[in-house]
């Protein structure tokens, strides 16, 4: 059974930094997607990684301040945010896909995690 498990939120500062993992067990393969949801919001894409690291993908609006990434001998992906704002602050997802077409679609994505939850303190 796969499944996918995030962890690494929680309560920061403005202008401070989280790293979130994503742990995974039952996949092989995948390309692999963070997602964020506000509440009363939609899921939105946030960052996108090849299996092989090698490809990655990013929302204008997390270009220049997150990165993804991925060791596949521990069978993780991360994503460190720096210089975290408000308008951040929501339920991360990890999610997991067979191919690299429309990164940014949720629909694509097959498996899903329970998501941890990042808030953003003034």
């Known amino acids: 059974q796969p499944q996918l498990l995030e962890s690494g939120g929680g309560l920061v500062q403005a202008g401070g930094s989280l790293t979130l993992s994503c742990a995974i067990s039952?996949?092989?393969?995948?390309?692999m997607g963070w997602f964020r949801q506000a509440p009363g919001k939609e899921r939105e894409f946030v960052a996108f990684i090849s299996y092989s690291g090698l490809t990655t993908e990013y929302t204008d609006s997390a270009k220049g301040r997150f990165t993804v990434s991925r060791d596949n001998s521990q069978n993780m992906v991360y994503l460190r945010m720096n210089n975290l704002q408000p308008e951040d602050a929501a339920g991360y997802f990890c999610a997991a896909k067979p191919t690299y077409r429309n990164k940014m679609r949720v629909q694509d994505y097959v498996y899903w995690g329970q998501g941890t939850l990042v808030t953003v303190s003034l």
């Open positions: 039952g996949l092989q393969g995948y390309a």
